[in-house]
Structures are given as structure tokens and as C-alpha cells.
């Protein structure tokens, strides 16, 4: 695993220099008087060493990404799985969940919930054109959602225990979508299985959530052992942010990699590795 350092940092010369100094790429966006320098660092060079010396309070202001190899996901026994693809114009409906705990922002008339739980169909604005060599996409939004066409529904139907096949209703909301389904993950694992985990609590209605950074958390061995089964988190990850939303997370045996990685289907898939204990 590596970790690379994600920076935005608005233009100074002093940066520049470093950047052209340690041969580091970087770009430049912005007009004049607001500009913004991008780059990427991995913490394993010795410019991250450097750059963190030279300037301790910008390097902590970096997004971490953690990657991963071929290897370390090959290795793993289970792997928390996301998509990548943007290609689904998601529409989100109300009625498509259960939410509790609503929260304000300011300059939005409507109030955000702090957690969710699906309980019906969900919604797109149109249908997908799917390119020959793409069988899964995510929406056009930040929402951890895995779409599939219809010709990767054959493929892994059935095989895996707890996951469905949701399909996909119109914006009308008169009919399923040809071609479009929602992976849907049945099982959740029990808030017990996670260990050395932070716990915070929702402020409102005081349930407990489980903190996580780089979305990095360990389960116990003995709830994760069927390797023909898939799970999600449930409702509990939250990163922390101040309004404490949750997310839910995918859970796949190796089977599942290599099976989609056999199929040709992991393009724009993204696996990390579940640490069990
Ligand atoms: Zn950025
Ligand atoms: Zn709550």
C-alpha cells in the first residue's frame, strides 16, 4: 500500500521552486491573483520527508489517498468494493428511504438527514448507453451506489448470497429501466464485528456510529468466513465530518474479484483490502 498526498494550495513562489527542485509535476489553474497549485506526493519519497520540513503547516493540509497493488488486493480475503464510473444520472428520491436525524446547512431550504437506509427502488433520470468493455458504473454523485447493466446481472446472479439486483425506475417513476440495475447487498454485518474501533455517538438520537478515517477498519475473522456470501457495513461509518452522516460500505470475498477480474468486468472498480482480526 502506498500513500499519496493530495495538495490544492494557493500559488506561492516558495512552493514552485520546491516543486521544480524535487521534480515533482505539478499544475497550475486559477487566473492571476488566484491561482492554485495541484500535485500529488507519495509519503514513501524523500521529496514527502522534504516537503514536510520545508513547509510543516501546508503538508498537513493534503487529501490522503491510500493505493493499492494487484498484489496486496490478490492477497487479501475480503475487499471493500466502490465504482468508479459516473455514468448513471441518479435521481435522488425521498421515498426511496428511511432517514432520521435532519440537519440544517445554511443556503439549503431543504434539511439533510444524518442517516439512511434504503428501502425501495431508486430513481435515474434516463438509461445507460453501456460501452462493450463497462459492466458496472457509479452515479453522477457522491453517493457509494454500484450500478450494473443487465449483461453483468446474468453473469453474477446467483452466485453470491445477499446480492441482488434492484432495478432501476424511471424519472416518471411509471416504469423499471431497461438495461440498469442497482447492486444491491442484503447482509449487514453486526456494529459487534468491528474491533478497535472509535464509537461515537449521533448527537440526536444518540446512535452509535463507528469513526473511521481512509475508510480503514478491522473485522473480526469469525464474521466474515463464507466466501460465498457478500455484505455491506449497515448504517454505521461515519467519517467524522460535523454533521456525522453515515455511509455504507461493500463487502466482497476474493472470489468475487477474481471471479469479475476472470469476466474482464473490474475496469473502473476499485478494491481495497479488509484488515480481519
Ligand atoms: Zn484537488
Ligand atoms: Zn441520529
Redesign the pocket.
Known sequence: MRVRHHYCIDERESVVEFLKRYQISYEVIGMVGDKTIIFDIYEDQYSYEMFKKTFPMLSISSFKNLEFSKEDIEKSKWLMVSCRGTNVEYVFQKEAFQY??PYKIPFHKEPFY??FKQISNLTVEKSVKWGKRQFFSGPNSMENIIFCSERTKNILENRWEGLQFKNVINKKGNDYVDDLYQLFFEKSIPFSAFIDAKSVR??????KMILVSDCIFKIKEEYLQDSSKVYQTGEVITDGRIF?ETVVLYIVPQEFYRYCEEHGMNRGMDYRPVELV
Do not use: I, L
Not at 449521533?202 to 446512535?207: D, M, Q, T
Open positions: 432520521s436525524c444524518r442517516h449521533c448527537h440526536k438520537c444518540r446512535k456525522g
